[in-house]
């Protein structure tokens, strides 16, 4: 089978390996027919990450099921689901307690798409083998696309549970997003399809802009122009220190600022003010299955529509020279 391989900085090329096979009841072998890039392959692919190749690159897709082990209950061949992009067993104490990134049965940061916990391949390959397949993938609704759910496996479900985790306890309460990462732009269709009273989005790039108003935003040039403490929820999505600064200014007295951003170098912090303020900051690798059926249900009912965030469609067989120009956000189409 064919898999794209990152091998170095601005390198990617086509790996030919032997098609994988199921060894264990609980495993399944899934086709991926649609596939996005997070940020963090595109900083990869860009060499602004310590990450060196090689190694399988992808942790975004929605797949079909080609076989499936005698232990995997509740899907059939032929469904197409959601694979997230953590490798974990469902069972132990920190899945059950909805920390599927902590799995206690896999080795520490076991993922898809990077070779951190082990090499587990990535999601641009034809073929991928998925363990504990019952309860890691997710079955689409009839009613969403591959296409729409796509980032679903990472970035989708991490704006969601940005979100989600600063209104839970503020239902509401205005939102302001950071901007530069797509998962910002996510942030805004979810923060206004849970309530929030007023979104707003700061970042200097147009394109960016304009798909954060359609999703109902206001939007601004910097997150510098607003006031200090005028949002109780706040998104960082900008990888980039300032914005995580602005973004934790702008948050209220007793609000709640979630770091969507890969820091790699140490970034200072406010905490005087934060703690005068009881601010909390909060970031961390995301768990997707436990969120998943909250984000494929505001997509089924038509109040999240991910589509406009696509900077370009590509084709699969395209992608070692077509990723190498760093698109946005690419739609992969395979087949």
């Known amino acids: 089978m064919k898999s794209l391989t990152y091998t170095g900085k601005g390198e990617l090329s086509w790996s030919h390996l032997p098609a994988p096979r199921i060894r264990q009841p609980h ?59 953590h490798v974990a067993c469902g069972s132990c104490a920190p899945c059950q307690a909805g920390r599927p990134s902590q799995c206690s049965l896999t080795p520490a940061y076991a993922m898809f798409g990077i070779p951190l916990g082990g090499e587990w391949g990535g999601m641009f390959s034809e073929l991928l083998l998925v363990p504990w397949a019952r309860t890691a993938l997710t079955p689409l609704p009839e009613a969403v696309s591959a296409a729409a759910a796509a980032a679903a496996s990472d970035s989708l479900t991490d704006a969601y549970s940005a979100v989600w985790t600063g209104l839970r306890n503020r239902p509401g309460q205005p939102v302001l997003v950071v901007g530069g990462l797509t998962h910002g732009l996510y942030a805004c269709a979810f923060a206004v399809a849970l309530g929030s009273s007023q979104v707003v989005y700061a970042d200097s790039d147009a394109r960016r802009r304009r798909i954060a108003e359609s999703y109902g935003a206001q939007t601004v040039d910097s997150a510098a122009e ?53 601010v909390t900051l909060t970031t961390g690798r995301p768990d997707i299955t436990p969120y998943l059926p909250a984000v494929l249900s505001l997509l089924a009912s038509g109040q999240v529509d991910p589509l406009p965030v696509y ?25």
């Open 27 to 85: 495993e399944a072998i899934v086709a991926p027919v649609a596939a996005t890039t997070c940020d963090l392959d595109r900083a990869m692919i860009a060499g602004h990450t310590p990450f060196r190749g090689p190694f399988a690159l992808g942790h975004e897709c929605v797949a079909r099921v080609v076989e499936l082990g005698s232990d995997v209950a509740g899907l059939a061949v032929g469904d197409l689901v959601v694979v997230p992009w």
């Open 226 to 278: 607003l006031d200090a403490g005028a949002f109780p929820v706040t998104v960082d999505a900008s990888a980039d220190p300032r914005g995580l600064a602005a973004g934790l200014r702008a948050t209220a007295q007793g609000g709640h600022c979630h770091s969507v951003g890969i820091y790699f170098e140490p970034v200072k912090l406010p905490l005087m003010s934060m703690y005068m303020d009881a």
């Open 311 to 335: 900077s370009d469609t590509l084709a699969y067989d395209d992608l070692p020279e077509a990723l190498l120009d760093l698109p946005a956000k690419p739609l992969v189409l395979f087949g």
